[in-house]
T-cell receptor, first 112, second 113 residues
């Protein structure tokens, strides 16, 4: 079945550091890929998405590129802020779009 | 615009007691609805999803059940809670066709003592 693997956290960075959170997936066909963010005590919010190979999703300074050849969708941000501290989830949607499969989440802590 | 509501936000229940978590969506018709669980320090586990009234698909055999008595209402239940049922429960919805983006509720934190 479909699966998503994320780097384990926590990831601890200083403010203005460069961020990469790795995500790889296993799926049949051509899934859509997502990054969701969960701030403390809240539900998940969609951060960005990409629906086909080589698409780049971007939002709030974060970006991720759908790489079919490496089955990856790594999340990057050039300069993180304390307010970016949260748990980040990579996910994929099956071809029918009925279900999202999530990775285990990566906790990011940004220190001032 | 569409909104999703979950309640209660927090719940502390003794082992063996029943559970009912409710989720409603406003501003759309015939949404796909989902229940996920997030155990402490772990990822998201899909528990149930529904593509229509009375249609429930279970992803994981467990102590829980789900029902969809109305188009925009999704209920998560248990007759007898276990300690292992503790966690953060998230309801989500998406349009039944087109964009496959899930929108989540704020979550319900359940502690079973």
């Amino acid at each position: 079945g479909d699966s998503v693997t994320q780097m384990e956290g926590p990831v601890t960075l200083s403010e203005e550091a460069f961020l990469t959170i790795n995500c790889t997936y296993t799926a049949t066909g051509y899934p859509s890929l997502f990054w969701y963010v969960q701030y403390p005590g809240e539900g998940l919010q969609l951060l960005l998405k990409a629906t086909k190979a080589d698409d780049k999703g971007s939002n709030k300074g974060f970006e991720a590129t759908y790489r079919k050849e490496t089955t990856s969708f790594h999340l990057e941000k050039g300069s993180v802020q304390v307010s970016d501290s949260a748990v980040y989830f990579c996910a994929l949607s099956d071809n029918a779009g009925n279900m999202l499969t999530f990775g285990g989440g990566t906790r990011l802590m940004v220190k001032p | 615009s569409q909104t999703i509501h979950q309640w209660p936000a927090t719940l502390v229940q003794p082992v063996g007691s029943p559970l009912s978590l409710e989720c409603t969506v406003e501003g759309t018709s015939n949404p796909n609805l989902y229940w996920y669980r997030q155990a402490a320090g772990r990822g998201l586990q899909l528990l149930f999803y529904s593509v229509g009234i009375g249609q429930i698909s279970s992803e994981v055999p467990q102590n829980l059940s789900a029902s969809r008595p109305q188009d925009r209402q999704f209920i998560l239940s248990s007759k007898k809670l276990l300690l292992s049922d503790s966690g953060f429960y998230l309801c989500a919805w998406r349009f039944s066709a087109g964009a496959n983006v899930l929108t989540f509720g704020a979550g319900s934190r359940l502690t079973v003592l």
